[in-house]
């Protein structure tokens, strides 16, 4: 096979057992294929990986991938290793008998793919070693480490540029990231390429995760109820404190529920046994700080619930991302309350950041908040947050279920009208003590009492007005200025509405913590998602055999199969090796390894 790229296929096939390219990896593959440099910004779950690991075993040469979580490492390798693929990783915690295997395929020109953390590289003996070996490219993952706009710089990305030339003159770079923003795309770009790479940016769109918030209500109940119609499933429940982690982890055993706290106070033992139990086994639910996430990459989790608000729309955009990385419908609910709303509040405040750091910080809450009380699609309004026009969804909770809506036409124009008669200059605060006639030190100051909408909106409670604000936002009638002091300003929409050439209906519980619609999924209707109705014995009995063989060698079940492959093994019922090589999933290495075992329970299941 001459093309490269039809040599992928077919490698994509028997090597990973997959049928086809997820959006957007073709282009990739092809451009790394081609030579060149490439920068891909994937959301989570979207195949990253895929991108690097297909060209590397395409062509000859040894493919270096740099990540900073060694767990990460340490499961890639597990997983290229059982689908027959020479990989291996150079960290601090392998054993020896780890480190004599990577070092013997190294030393024979076998190894493929080398998994090694930023610090290991910066040493000269690896970097001498490396300089031997053939390198043919490097792979760099979680690449917004770079950039020290985020959260999770790491200084030494900074010389991975420098150490690539070290190893190989002008090595093949490639760089990943899940991190969209441009001030760290240019980052990415200035500090790791000598040339600029070509780019690559994926939508935002997560179709299979569905979305839905509900005020608090009794958030315990709550929380199990959801957990209950996902039983045997597993699942990350996020608490905002150490002691909700404890007490709702009790709450769910006492119910029956597999469920393991994890956060920063508990001892690392702890911790990582939990994690371990968490990744290998199917149906642990995860109780959870937010210090439970990088590095998580367990591809069957089914959903994540936020039993309180999270941080912020980047924040809960990346903590339901670990739900469904293997593209199967996952679910995640949202909990949010006035209390909640107030702590995130005091958090911003009471930090230690800079002025403008906090204002940031608080609209990034205010766009957390807007998407909480959403009038219309939530996934709309969340990927408008992220740059992203789309259609209304169909696989959220206000697509499926609907809220109550009022025509919110003339208390949309007292709230536009407040921001414009004001010059478009004020924040929140300040407006709505105008619209509730509230005579504050500022409205004193700017004589704002003066104004014809002092007090226009007294009917209303300071809270409903916050929300009025936050829906219009949401639907892009006003907006609000990030680097101006938070000042919001009426849209263009926003003027249709004002001048009364249009209608805008709003939602009707105003302040959180009105009581919302409560909604109740079937647990067979959950499952019946993945596979057709009368499978599930089947499936359980697959599940079964593969939590046992991935016991037996001490791997995580999904390294087995995913549960993608398990549904289409219930479903498709092969009966044969050739037809069972046809699943997703099942690659050359894995029917070998798995095949008879998984035909017999299929046999067994068919009598
Ligand atoms: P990311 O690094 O982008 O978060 P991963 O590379 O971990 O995502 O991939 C997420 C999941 O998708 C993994 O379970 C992987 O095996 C699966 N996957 C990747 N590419 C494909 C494909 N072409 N077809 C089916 N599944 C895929
Ligand atoms: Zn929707």
């Known amino acids: 096979m001459n093309d490269p790229l039809s040599h992928a296929c077919a490698l994509l096939h028997s090597v990973f057992g997959f049928n086809e390219f997820r959006p957007g990896q073709e282009e990739i593959v092809r451009a790394v294929l081609a030579g060149e440099n490439v920068l891909a910004v994937m959301p989570t779950g979207s195949g990253k990986s895929l991108c690097y690991q297909l060209p590397a075993i395409t062509r000859p040469g040894l493919t270096l991938v740099i990540s900073p979580l060694i767990a990460l490492m340490r499961d890639q390798v597990r997983a290229l290793t059982a689908a027959g693929v020479a990989a291996g990783s150079l960290n601090s915690s392998n054993e020896p008998a780890e480190n004599a295997r990577v070092m013997g395929l190294l030393r024979r020109g076998e190894l493929r793919l080398l998994y090694v953390a930023p610090e290991r590289l910066a040493r000269p003996d690896t970097v001498e070693m490396l300089a ?321 909408t002092f007090g226009v909106g007294k009917d209303r409670k300071a809270a409903e007005w916050r929300s009025i604000f936050r829906q219009l936002s949401a639907v892009g009638l006003i907006a609000q200025d990030l680097l101006e002091h938070g000042r919001w300003w009426v849209t263009d929409d926003g003027w249709r509405v004002l001048k009364g050439e249009q209608k805008i209906e709003l939602r009707k519980d105003l302040t959180s913590g009105a009581a919302g619609k409560s909604s109740r999924r079937d647990r067979r209707a959950a499952a019946a998602t993945i596979v057709g109705d009368g499978d599930t014995v089947l499936l359980d009995a697959l599940k079964a055999l593969r939590t046992k063989l991935a016991r037996a060698q001490n791997v995580p079940a999904y390294v087995v199969f995913s549960d993608r492959t398990l549904a289409e093994l219930a479903t498709h019922r092969p009966a044969s090796e050739r037809a069972m090589r046809e699943i997703h999933g099942v690659g050359d290495a894995k029917l070998e390894r798995y095949g008879a075992a998984f035909l017999e329970v299929i046999q067994g299941a068919e009598a």
């Open 132 to 452: 031997e070996a053939h390198v043919s490219m490097m792979a760099i993952d979680e690449a917004h480490c770079v950039s020290q706009w985020g959260h999770d710089f790491r200084p030494e990305y900074l010389s991975l540029g420098n150490l690539a030339r070290q190893i190989g003159g002008r090595l093949q770079t490639l760089a990943f990231t899940a991190t969209a923003d441009a001030p760290t795309r240019g980052d990415i770009v200035e500090k790791l390429f000598a040339t600029s790479p070509r780019i690559f940016v994926r939508s935002f769109d997560r179709p299979n995760l569905k979305l839905a918030f509900k005020p608090k209500e009794r958030s315990t109940r709550q929380v199990l109820s959801f957990v209950q119609a996902h039983q045997g499933e597993s699942g990350i429940i996020y608490c905002a404190s150490r002691r909700k982690v404890e007490e709702l982890a009790a709450a769910l055993v006492a119910a029956g529920v597999r469920a393991l706290p994890y956060h920063a106070g508990l001892d690392k033992a702890v911790r990582d046994a939990n994690q371990d139990a968490f990744q290998q086994d199917d149906g642990v639910v995860m109780t959870a700080t937010v210090a439970f996430g990088m590095g998580i990459d367990k591809p069957d989790v089914r959903f994540v619930c936020h039993a309180d608000l999270p941080a912020n729309v980047e924040a809960y955009y990346q903590e339901i991302g670990r739900a469904g990385r293997d593209g199967l419908p996952a679910d995640t609910l949202t909990l949010y309350g006035l209390g909640d709303m107030q702590l995130r509040r005091l958090q911003i405040e009471q930090g230690e950041s800079s002025d403008e750091r906090k204002r940031i910080e608080r609209q990034r809450l205010g766009a957390l908040l807007s998407l909480a009380e959403a009038p219309r699609c939530r996934r709309q309004t969340l990927l408008a947050y992220f740059g992203e026009p789309s259609e209304t969804c169909g696989n959220c909770d206000l697509c499926q279920e609907g809220v109550e809506l009022f025509d919110g036409t003339i208390d949309a124009q007292k709230a536009m009208s407040a921001i414009v008669r004001t010059g478009e200059r004020f924040g929140m605060e300040h407006l709505v003590a105008i619209l509730i006639g509230d005579l504050t030190d500022n409205v004193q100051k700017f004589n704002h009492e003066k104004l014809p």
